[in-house]
């Protein structure tokens, strides 16, 4: 069966339309192959072409598919189909970034690691990076205005060492000079007292050094003996030592021990008294009667008699 020319022509011309109608989709970011796989985010304002690009990670994913504002929300509604074989967390950011220093922007997924899988239809969050000639621009700008600045106070401090330097006056110029050298020449002055302070005292301040070099190698070496001794082994004693001092004192204070019922038992305290007393009566009686005590003295016993008390 021939085909009629007619037939082919019609052929041809349904076939140009419809690689036109998928070309102008194509251009405009809509992939009539992937239509069902469509997210959405919002922006607070449009900075994208239906043609723009969906990345992840600088590889191009999908487009963008159709851009609309929000009258209610005011807010710009993107929605970009991207390839079905990528699956990412809803939790996921969409960025907006630009491309290149020509103005270009894309939008790039930021992939989160948390969260479920993102399904088609879903509405994802959104940031906007800042670009990098909108970046220089404000740079430029605020160093522009401190360029400014500089110039003006570069332009003042000419102006001043201007009427400084053409000043005529005594309080100009020439009064300065003067000031300068007198101050210079006191300093010279000075200088050489010092000098010579220093040479007629050279070996007064030699000996000075000596003795301080003398004073400090002594010192160092204390330190040396200091660290050597074992001041920590000493310490530790003298706690000890301490310590059972304390324990010893405690004991004491308790009434413990013979030291202890001495100084706390008051019986030991009243035969110590009473004893006391009889030797000191003992002795008195020996003083006034020592008859009764030596033989030789007498050969008749005297009996002992109580003195009375006025």
Do not use: C, W
């Amino acid at each position: 069966m021939k085909i009629s020319k007619e037939v082919k022509t019609g052929i041809l011309v349904i076939l140009g339309v419809i690689l036109f109608i998928f070309g102008f989709n194509y251009l405009k970011g809509q992939n009539l192959f992937d239509s069902n796989n469509v997210y959405y985010t919002e922006f607070d304002y449009n900075a994208l072409t239906q043609s723009s690009l969906v990345t992840v990670k600088g590889n191009a994913v999908g487009k963008i598919k159709d851009i609309t504002y929000d009258y209610k929300t005011g807010k710009t509604r993107v929605s970009f189909f991207i390839n079905e074989e990528l699956k990412f967390s809803k939790n996921s950011v969409v960025r907006l970034y630009e491309t290149s220093l020509m103005g270009g922007n894309a939008i790039a997924i930021i992939l989160a690691e948390d969260g479920d899988i993102a399904k088609p239809g879903a509405v994802l969050k959104s940031e906007v990076e800042t670009g990098l000639v909108s970046s220089l621009s404000k740079n430029f700008s605020g160093i522009s205005n401190e360029l400014n600045s500089t110039l003006r106070a570069t332009d003042t401090l000419f102006t001043s060492l201007n009427t400084f330097v053409n000043d005529q006056s005594e309080a100009g110029l020439k009064s300065t000079i003067k000031e300068l050298n007198e101050t210079l020449r006191s300093f010279k002055t000075t200088s050489n007292k010092v000098n010579s302070v220093l040479t007629k005292n050279d070996k007064n301040i030699a000996g000075i050094l000596e003795k301080f070099k003398a004073t400090s190698d002594g010192l160092a070496a204390l330190t040396a003996e200091l660290k050597n001794a074992n001041v920590g082994a000493t310490v530790q004693n003298l706690n000890k030592t301490l310590s059972n001092l304390n324990g010893i004192l405690a004991t004491i204070d308790k009434g413990e021990g013979s030291i202890g019922k001495l100084l706390k038992d008051e019986t030991l305290y009243n035969n110590l008294e009473g004893a006391t007393k009889e030797m000191e009566a003992l002795l008195k009686d020996i003083k006034l009667h020592p008859k009764r005590y030596f033989r030789i003295l007498s050969k008749k016993e005297i009996p002992y008699k109580e003195e009375e008390t006025k």
